[in-house]
Nanobody, 115 residues
Framework: QVQLVESGGGLVQPGGSLRLSCVAS????????MGWYRQAPGKQRELVVS???????DYADSVKGRFTISRDYAKNTVYLQMNSLKPEDTAVYYC?????????WGQGTQVTVSS
């Protein structure tokens, strides 16, 4: 059974940085696409960024230039580096993996940007 476990969320001031981690129970190379989504209160879950097995990245316009996705195959981990955080980035962030038409989700980690 595939498990994705996020960590790294927390409270940060506007302009600050956080790095989220998503550790997979198996090899991340088995996924066709991995990514990060977020869901703010009262809003639908939205794609933040995705990365394909070939390394193609797709960022939401709202985070371009501020967020960076990366991965470490040796650690079976995908990261989301978030810089210049804004209050509107406040949300629960979810790790997602897509493999052979199936979606796998982590439990989510809360990110709150507030002074």
């Amino acid at each position: 059974q595939v498990q994705l476990v996020e960590s790294g969320g927390g409270l940060v001031q506007p302009g600050g940085s956080l790095r989220l981690s998503c550790v997979a129970s198996g090899s991340i190379s088995s996924f066709d696409v991995m990514g990060w989504y977020r869901q703010a209160p009262g809003k639908q879950r939205e794609l933040v960024v995705s990365i394909t097995s070939l390394g193609s990245r797709d960022y939401a316009d709202s985070v371009k230039g501020r967020f960076t996705i990366s991965r470490d195959y040796a650690k079976n981990t995908v990261y989301l580096q978030m810089n210049s955080l804004k209050p509107e980035d406040t949300a629960v962030y979810y790790c997602n993996g897509k493999r052979r038409g199936s979606d796998y989700w982590g439990q989510g980690t809360q990110v709150t940007v507030s002074s």
